[in-house]
């Protein structure tokens, strides 16, 4: 669109090809319909590949998922925001590609990871996907999923979970009874949920060398401002990886490493 208050004398540009096709109602409640099956279709998809280990569904599904996010003009983006709800009801917060998984776990495996704790897991989404492509690049990652199962999924949806358990735990259960651990995944806490700096004040008590967090920088809508204080003070920054995001979203994956003297 052209600048309204513009001194231009030239007559505005009316190129009927510029201008997006205002859709048809019932047109774009069927797209709605039809993306709502499609969303169902591949979470289905997605389960059944990881759990037969077939790699390459795996990589078409991913590129499925990250295709609903894209869009081309306005009353697209309109159908993206409708389905971004429902993309996060079957899959979570993150919706990856396979390069950025990927990336995560050669940091893993970099860092010597071989066993990790996911608190708030939801359905396992993305642990199921790094234990798949770590398997496929031959440095298998256990990651052990839990979740207090108090918000987010109905207890009808935590059914379909897409690794085989998530261990019904808040923080500090899990912590306690997966005290030996390599690192700790934290996926999308909440910014007003206060366990996320315990989660990880308990993490550097008990030694474990490596955070996982995927989310917002601080100030954004994950993660409390005391859990990005506790980051930054005792922990350092290895690498950030980048993966698709929802418009308006600025969600990453950062890996920390405990710092020398953080455990002081």
Not at 44 to 71: F, I, P
Not at 77 to 85: A, D, N, Y
Not at 88 to 109: E, P, T
Not at 229 to 234: D, G, I, Q, S, V
Request: glycine letters at 6%.
């Amino acid at each position: 669109m052209g600048d309204t208050c513009s001194t231009d004398a030239s007559p505005p540009d009316t190129d009927a090809s510029n201008v997006p096709t205002v859709p048809n109602l019932n047109e774009l409640m069927q797209q709605l319909k039809l993306s709502d099956n499609r969303i169902q279709q591949i979470a289905d998809s997605m389960r059944q590949a990881l759990k037969t280990d077939d790699l390459d569904l795996v990589k078409k599904c991913l590129d499925e998922v990250v295709s609903l996010k894209l869009y081309k003009n306005m009353w697209e983006e309109t159908l993206i925001c409708s389905r971004r709800p429902k993309v996060n009801k079957q899959f979570g917060y993150c919706q990856l590609d396979y390069s950025s998984v990927k990336s995560l776990v050669d940091r893993l495996q970099k860092s010597g990871c071989k066993k990790i704790l996911s608190l708030g897991s939801g359905l396992g989404f993305t642990e199921a996907l790094v234990e798949a492509v770590s398997k496929e690049v031959g440095h298998p990652i256990k990651v052990v999923c839990t979740d207090p199962q108090t918000s987010h999924f109905s207890k009808e949806e935590y059914l379909h979970t897409f690794v085989n358990e998530v261990h019904v735990l808040d923080h500090e259960a899990a912590l306690k009874k997966y005290s030996d651990v390599d690192a700790l995944f934290m996926l999308w806490p909440g910014y007003c949920e206060p366990w996320s700096v315990a989660a990880v004040r308990t993490a550097r008590q008990l030694g474990i060398k490596t955070v996982v967090y995927s989310g917002e920088w601080c100030g954004g809508c994950t993660g409390s401002d005391e859990m990005h204080e506790e980051l930054e003070k005792y922990w350092e920054e290895l690498e950030v990886i980048s993966y698709p995001q929802w418009y308006g979203m600025h969600d990453r994956f950062v890996v920390y490493d405990l710092k020398a003297d953080g455990d002081e």
